[in-house]
């Protein structure tokens, strides 16, 4: 008798009676058990996945002991992880079991005490942060919850967004990947060769060449401001380059439209929009959005049927709703004021989501708001700013405020002097003349520290953040002659402050990235959320992206009744909208019940994604006339809506008045869930 070969064939049939219990009790062809998908405990968001665990055996416990372990606690499925398991290192498996769910697993498991360690089968969520190294200076994407979109979707090359601007540098490291190419247009061969009626349209196109409007081929930025709105919507993301947009890969279609004088006419953007429009119905490129960062008054009929004829073919056209801080219900801005379909009008947000202090506003002609504040981006070569400060042997991370004087190449080397709050002469020492004054945030305006500073003689200003948090977005308010001001971290300032008075190099040099603030800055990042929508539901429709959009918005006191929506952009909750709401109004006169009056027919349509658990929710069909707020018409449950749609007759409305409606969806427990787009009748 060998018992040494005894012990060997026995743990060999041990092993292969565990790997017969477990290949039995995976799915096989013809198991119904195969179309079952993982369930995942407490919905799409939860931490693990419902009925497995993994569990370690103490060492000693044979792979035999194991089967029968898991068995006796209703585990029907598995694997074994074969590297890790071994006489000496305990049996480590999967278990799974579709009677059990995790929490009953883990108690039963936890009771053996062949058991060493146990725990659920935790899902992990993908930290999908770019490594673009200025992103921790883009604290809108933050604000708006741009990483937890990104774990979604990055965007798509399929989608065009067309900037109607100054031109954008189409050489740009941040944007050549991503601008639009016409694949029928032979580069700089001076003929139309794809037959659309233009020459050289490589990139886009220029409808403003010069002072008359004559065209050519060329939409090269003249000013850096168009570039800076195409960074915002679609930068390349995670290049390991400068910045990135809201989609990381979405195609820029360039249309210049601003002449030498920095104005743009209404002949040149109807231009603009037909070009975009016609390469979509002739040409097959999926232009998403037009991005219009610019206005003004007046209303223009062709310009307004320019705007209409690309709605139509599902273009949104997203506007700047002006810088005068002005009202636009009261004085219209246009072409944020068209009532289009396909208007979206952005006002600007700041770090605190308040409305931004130049921002205009309305809250019957503006829409939404969208960060606007000290936004970075990306501009033609040169144009922008990028600081660091230096001490002893360490470089801190700085950045540049708003409207900040430059340094040369290499940068200030001076005395460092502690200043303070920075609040008045007091605190400025007189050595700090001609030298560095190190402030600390607090109690005054970015602004008045910098003066005081300049005042003192100062000729470069270090202000370092008074908490813990992002130091960027932060500005000076005004375009003057400034000394070279950059921020710091507190960790970072306080160090610098600890050293006393020594030398430092401040740099604030010109780069191809720069900060700007506007409406002009916001409407980018609405622009850029369009075709971030688009690449993740490319079936939907122009009304169901935007009706994402601003269903998906937060709702922000500060903003209540300045616009329509009441909301700041929220990029995550837009892609994780599982109920859409569409709405049609059909004007009626009456004829039965009241001679003079008309009635409104209100259909809507309500969709929810497949395997949403959406239920009891209520639909409450909201009415306003100019210049009041909206009031409820009528509250629909559910259980009411006919094939998932319902349609209400609104009565007794006078003839020649407008009326207005939206529907909002609502959960069982009072959430909001979605709202439909505008109509006005």
């Not at 009925?51 to 074994?80: H, I, M, N, Q």
Request: aromatic content about 8%; glycine content about 12%; charged content about 20%.
């Amino acid at each position: 008798m060998n018992p040494g070969g005894f012990r060997l064939k026995t743990a060999l049939f041990i092993s292969l009676l565990l790997l017969a219990w477990l290949v039995a009790a995976l799915p096989t062809a013809g198991d119904s058990r195969q179309e079952a998908l993982p369930r995942i405990g407490g919905g799409p968001e939860a931490p693990y996945v419902e009925g497995e665990v993994l569990v370690k055996f103490k060492p000693g416990v044979s792979p035999g002991t194991a089967a029968v372990l898991a068995a006796t606690v209703d585990a029907d499925g598995g694997r074994p992880f074969r590297r890790l398991s071994g006489p000496q290192q305990g049996q480590h498996l999967l278990l799974r079991s579709q009677r059990l769910g995790t929490l009953e697993l883990l108690d039963a498991l936890r009771g053996l005490p062949e058991v060493e360690a146990v725990s659920p089968n935790f899902r992990r969520r993908l930290q999908r942060l770019p490594n673009d190294p200025k992103y921790s200076k883009l604290w809108g994407m933050t604000r708006i919850r741009a990483p937890e979109a990104w774990e979604r979707n990055t965007g798509s090359s399929d989608v065009v967004l067309a900037v109607i601007d100054t031109g954008v540098h189409y050489g740009h490291e941040d944007l050549a990947a991503n601008m639009w190419r016409n694949p029928g247009e032979t580069p700089g061969n001076g003929i139309d060769d794809d037959s659309n009626g233009f020459r050289d349209d490589v990139y886009g196109y220029d409808f403003a060449a010069d002072r008359w409007g004559n065209n050519d081929g060329d939409p090269m930025d003249i000013d850096g401001h168009g570039t800076h709105v195409a960074g915002t919507m679609a930068a390349v993301g995670n290049n390991g380059t400068g910045v990135c947009g809201i989609t990381w890969k979405a195609r820029v279609m360039a249309l210049k439209g601003f002449r030498p004088d920095m104005h743009i006419y209404d002949s040149d953007c109807i231009e603009a929009i037909d070009y975009a429009v016609m390469m979509k119905r002739d040409h097959g490129v999926n232009v998403v959005a037009i991005n219009a960062s610019f206005g003004g008054g007046g209303r223009n009929p062709l310009q307004e049927e320019a705007i209409a004829d690309a709605a139509s073919l599902g273009i949104a056209f997203v506007c700047a709703a002006g810088n005068e801080g002005a009202d636009n219900d009261a004085t219209p801005f246009f072409p944020a004021n068209y009532d289009l379909p396909g208007i979206v009008s952005v006002a600007a947000s700041d770090e605190n989501d308040g409305l931004a202090s130049f921002s205009n506003y309305g809250a019957n002609s503006v829409d939404i708001a969208a960060p606007g504040v000290a936004i970075l981006s990306t501009v033609p070569p040169g144009q922008g700013q990028e600081a660091w400060l230096k001490s002893g042997s360490e470089v801190f991370d700085a950045a540049p405020l708003e409207f900040s004087g430059t340094t040369a190449v290499a940068g200030l080397n001076r005395l460092v002097y502690d200043c303070g709050l920075g609040l008045g002469a007091s605190d400025f020492p007189a050595a700090v003349n001609g030298q560095i004054a190190l402030i600390e945030r607090g109690e005054i305006t970015f602004e008045q520290k910098a003066l005081n500073a300049q005042n003192a003689g100062a000729v470069g200003v270090a202000i370092y953040n008074s908490a813990t948090g992002d130091m960027s977005g932060w500005t000076l308010n005004s375009q003057r002659d400034w000394v070279p001001v950059v921020s710091l971290s507190r960790a970072d300032g306080l160090l610098v402050r600890s050293r006393g008075v020594h030398a430092v190099n401040l740099t604030n040099r010109p780069a191809s990235y720069g900060l700007s603030s506007g409406t002009s800055m916001a409407t980018p990042h609405v622009c850029g959320a369009l075709g971030l929508l688009a690449a993740h539901f490319p079936g939907d429709d122009l009304v169901k992206r935007v009706g994402r959009l601003f269903s998906g918005a937060d709702r922000i006191d500060a903003l209540e009744g300045k616009m329509i929506y009441g909301a700041r952009l929220n990029l995550a909750r837009a892609l994780a909208q599982s109920l859409v709401l569409t709405m049609t109004v059909s004007r009626r006169q009456a004829s039965a019940w009241l001679v003079g009056k008309d009635y409104a027919e209100v259909h809507f349509i309500v969709e929810k994604d497949p395997g949403s658990a959406i239920s009891g929710e209520t639909y409450t069909v909201y009415r306003k006339i100019p210049g009041n707020s909206y009031q409820p018409v009528r509250e629909i449950a559910a259980n009411e809506l006919q094939n998932g749609a319902y349609v209400l007759q609104d009565k007794y409305l006078e003839r020649g008045s407008s009326y207005s409606y939206v529907v909002q969806a609502r959960s069982a427990q009072g959430d909001l869930l979605a709202l439909s787009n505008e109509l006005t009748i």
